[in-house]
Every structure is written in C-alpha cells, then in structure tokens.
C-alpha cells in the first residue's frame, strides 16, 4: 500500500505527464475530461497526506 506521499507523487507524475502530452490541455490550453480526473486524484492524495499528518500528530 503507497503511502500518501507516493501517492501524491504519483497522482501528480501523472497529471503532469498528461498535461505535456494531451493535444487538448497542451496546445488548446483547454483541460480535458481527463485531465480533471487526473486534477481530483491529485487534490485528493493532497487531503488524505495533510489528514495522516495530523493524524501523527
């Protein structure tokens, strides 16, 4: 099971990635169906790594 730093890293590799590589989010400079997914899972692995440092607390 990642941790929510590998987590977060992970869900922000990818939304990077598809950012430079989507013909869409690239060069329309609009954000596609799947890069607002990406976007979420990132915004989420965020919320849970904050929660299990106040967790540790």
Do not use: I, W
């Not at 869409?24 to 904050?50: E, I, T």
Request: aromatic share 6%; glycine share 2%; proline share 5%.
């Amino acid at each position: 099971m990642p941790t929510p730093e590998d987590a977060l890293q992970e869900s922000r590799a990818a939304y990077e990635e598809h950012a430079r590589t989507c013909r869409q989010c690239h060069f329309d400079m609009s954000p596609c169906a799947v890069s607002k997914l990406l976007l979420r899972a990132y915004n989420n692995a965020g919320r849970a790594q904050a929660r299990a440092r106040s967790a540790a607390r």
